[in-house]
């Protein structure tokens, strides 16, 4: 799992990619206005967990 953050002002762009030997299984970009930056944790921690790969 790999996070790219960019920030400008408030606004979060992240993306998130999943390999699994080689092959790209998931490709999540996702954009938040973040108004308190301890929110922005507990959002890619739940992205995380959502796609999880065991």
Do not use: C, M, N
């Not at 790219?4 to 002002?9: D, F, V, W």
């Not at 092959?23 to 959502?50: I, M, N």
């Amino acid at each position: 799992v790999e996070f790219t953050a960019e920030t400008s002002g408030v606004v979060i762009h992240y993306r998130v990619t999943f390999l699994f030997h080689g092959k790209l299984l998931f490709d999540f970009t996702e954009q938040a206005v973040v108004d308190d930056w301890d929110s922005l944790a507990p959002t890619l921690a739940a992205v995380t967990q959502s796609f999880t790969l065991d």
